[in-house]
């Protein structure tokens, strides 16, 4: 197999053999033509290195730089280049290998016998530049390299770099790779701490020293110093932890020990005392990470429960933009205390995580246009119910109208004699009342909640009971209305003679035969009878009395047009556009349609704004499609003013 000659893999040989990351070029470029040289016979790969050597070296050095696998450093004197993964290596092997340095200080640039250039190294202090590498380890983020030295970072660097860890003076400095922060780093520091407990024999001293801080709990206090003795690694979970105890415990500890070591004169300090206080300062501000932490940890919790509770409390149903204006006790938003990522999580666990292939603890309802609203499940029932008792008088009034309005014009509707019909018109009145509860009814999650509620053997409120064999029961029976009941009450409102059919019948014969006759009477007039001069007269009669009424139904502040606008987006609420529009374009053709015959019923003197809402109530009556759309008052305010437009433009 021919031997690998990429430039990379040279410069490491190199560097390994003369045991420095630094690389003099001019040096390397002889060495390199003349190795190259004596590899060519057995190995003819060499030959590109032998020949124009310099050349070659230069063409392929940008890409390496560009890789960060080297830096060049450019000076007066002589070009070099420095190779990060020498001193990156020999410092992994080191904090791999803990045990064999736990007596010494922590590596730094004198130990190793490296000279590393300027930015290089994530300089760092010990009060708040370790934060971003723990954040890092919690998250396995990767956040960007500010790449600026001696300042106090942010954010720990994207790829593994060098970090030095500044201590105190006279303590110097450690050097550590950012993958090994924390946790080999904080290994290394209980194990430098043990060193310095069982060399020095002060085992039993501080532990006299630390007993008055903690009264009653010597058990404790000895336990964890025979922990840190015997099992140092798992000091880590106990650091982490940050209970009440461990957290005092640490912070005392390493006060003590780097008291006891500074009463000491400088010239008597020994490696040992230099570890231990590396040990200490860096332990105490991993102790005051995770104190802060585990009280961050607290309060969201805290917040998160007051977030469930909240959830419980009316109206029952709630947004993302509900939930996350919910605020505390005291009034302070509980976005606050935790994130949106710590929300988002939460929600996430409350949506999906479900025990014993149960419904999870929250639900979710989405309409047509895909709004969300959350819904405790303990809470899904009682809100459905509470729904329906208010929703039950809006809908039984606005049938009574309605049917009443129907007998008063000597007419039947379906729903007044099918128990389908009657149903779909009580789905279409609840729709237009309360859009949320018929999402709640058309739910397949409803009788799983309520089956579910069975199977606990909790005790369902009759109330409740809206499922029956594992199906919804119809909205007649969760209304608890009787179509016939509801037939005879509205019969009940009118005067005798209209429960008397044989009457009704011939009533309705005879003004229905009128009403043909007059239509067809004052068609044929109006053809042929009427002069020019008396339409135009009667155009301009028509169009002053229009004015009139429009200017009773247009508000302040809008035009006809732009009032006319706004009712259409009232009343015609339909997610598709082109169906919305072909709505809109049938109730205008069914205006005009009507409109010049109720000109010739209605004479000019009669016509008024009360006239034409007749006409409108007349129409909207008569078509089971307009009954079915929303906000009744708006579309017969809109047919209206319609029908004023059309009157104002009256051409006889």
């Known amino acids: 197999m021919a031997q690998l000659t990429d430039l990379y893999g040279i410069l490491r040989r190199y560097v390994l053999k003369n045991n420095s990351p630094i690389v003099f070029i001019d040096a390397f470029l002889k060495f390199l033509e003349n190795y190259a040289r004596l590899k060519v016979p057995e190995h003819p790969d060499w030959e590109k290195w032998a020949i124009d050597t310099e050349t070659r070296f230069w063409d392929e050095l940008p890409i390496l730089v560009e890789n960060d696998r080297c830096v060049f450093l450019a000076e007066d004197a002589e070009d070099r280049l420095y190779m990060p993964f020498y001193c990156m290596e020999k410092l992994q092997n080191i904090y791999q290998n803990s045990d064999t340095m736990a007596d010494r200080p922590f590596p730094d640039e004198e130990s190793l016998k490296v000279d590393i250039p300027e930015g290089q190294l994530w300089k760092i202090n010990l009060d708040t530049g370790l934060i971003p590498f723990f954040e890092k380890s919690d998250t396995d983020a990767a956040p960007q390299d500010?790449?600026?030295?001696?300042?106090?970072?942010?954010?720990?660097?994207?790829?593994?770099?060098?970090?030095?860890?500044?201590?105190?003076?006279?303590?110097?400095?450690?050097?550590?790779?950012?993958?090994?922060?924390?946790?080999?780093?904080?290994?290394?520091?209980?194990?430098?701490l043990r060193v310095y407990l069982q060399n020095r024999g002060n085992k039993e001293y501080l532990l006299h020293k630390l007993a008055p801080y903690f009264p009653g709990r010597e058990r404790l206090l000895r336990e964890m110093f025979d922990q840190l003795?015997?099992?140092p690694s798992d000091c880590m979970l106990n650091l982490q932890s940050s209970g009440e105890f461990s957290s005092l415990f640490w912070s005392y500890f390493c006060s003590l020990v780097k008291t006891d070591v500074e009463a000491k004169e400088g010239d008597d300090l020994l490696s040992e005392d230099i570890a231990a206080v590396q040990a200490a300062f860096i332990i105490e501000a991993c102790n005051a990470f995770y104190k802060v932490k585990t009280v961050k940890k607290r309060e969201v919790e805290l917040a998160l429960r007051s977030l469930d509770q909240r959830m419980e409390q009316p109206p029952f149903y709630f947004t993302l933009d509900d939930i996350i204006k919910f605020t505390n006790d005291k009034g302070v938003s509980l976005l606050d205390t935790y994130s949106t990522r710590d929300l988002e999580g939460h929600i996430k666990k409350r949506t999906t995580e479900s025990r014993k292939n149960e419904l999870p603890d929250w639900l979710i309802l989405q309409d047509k246009n895909n709004k969300r609203w959350y819904i405790k499940k303990n809470k899904y029932l009682a809100l459905c119910a509470k729904m329906i008792i208010e929703c039950r008088p809006?809908?039984?009034?606005?049938?009574?109208?309605?049917?009443?309005?129907?007998?008063?014009n000597f007419c039947k509707e379906e729903a007044m004699e099918k128990d389908d019909e009657f149903e779909r018109l009580l789905a279409a009145h609840t729709a237009n009342f309360n859009p949320t509860l018929m999402l709640m009814l058309e739910d397949p999650k409803l009788p799983l909640v309520y089956t579910e509620m069975e199977y606990s053997n909790a005790v369902i409120p009759a109330a409740l009971r809206i499922v029956k064999d594992g199906r919804l029961l119809p909205l007649s029976a969760l209304y608890a209305f009787r179509r016939r009941d509801m037939l005879a009450d509205v019969k009940f409102m009118l005067p005798f003679w209209y429960s008397i059919p044989f009457l009704v019948s011939i009533i309705a014969f005879f003004k229905n035969r009128g009403k043909k006759k007059r239509r067809a009477k004052q068609t044929d007039s109006t053809a042929y009878n009427t002069p020019p001069e008396s339409n135009e007269k009667e155009g301009r009669t028509i169009q002053s009395?229009?004015?009139g009424i429009e200017a009773a139904l247009v508000p302040q502040g809008f035009?006809?047009?732009?009032?006319?606008?706004?009712?259409?987006?009232?009343?015609?609420?339909?997610?598709?556009?082109?169906?919305?529009?072909?709505?809109?374009?049938?109730?205008?053709?069914?205006l005009r349609d009507n409109l010049r015959y109720a000109i010739k019923i209605y004479k000019t003197t009669r016509l008024s704004q009360e006239s034409l809402g007749d006409i409108a109530d007349g129409l909207i009556s008569h078509s089971p499609a307009l009954q079915r759309l929303g906000n009744r008052q708006d579309l017969r305010l809109y047919m209206q003013l319609y029908m004023v437009k059309l009157m104002i433009n009256f051409k006889p």
């Open 146 to 192: 500010s790449g600026a030295e001696g300042e106090s970072p942010t954010e720990a660097p994207r790829q593994t770099k060098l970090v030095k860890i500044i201590f105190p003076i006279p303590y110097g400095s450690a050097l550590v790779p950012s993958i090994l922060i924390p946790h080999r780093l904080i290994e290394a520091s209980f194990l430098k």
């Open 229 to 231: 003795v015997q099992r």
């Open 394 to 408: 809006c809908v039984r009034k606005e049938i009574i109208n309605q049917w009443l309005q129907t007998l008063k």
């Open 545 to 547: 009395v229009a004015r």
């Open 559 to 590: 035009t006809r047009e732009s009032y006319l606008s706004e009712l259409e987006s009232r009343w015609s609420k339909v997610p598709d556009k082109h169906t919305r529009q072909t709505i809109v374009s049938d109730v205008q053709a069914l």
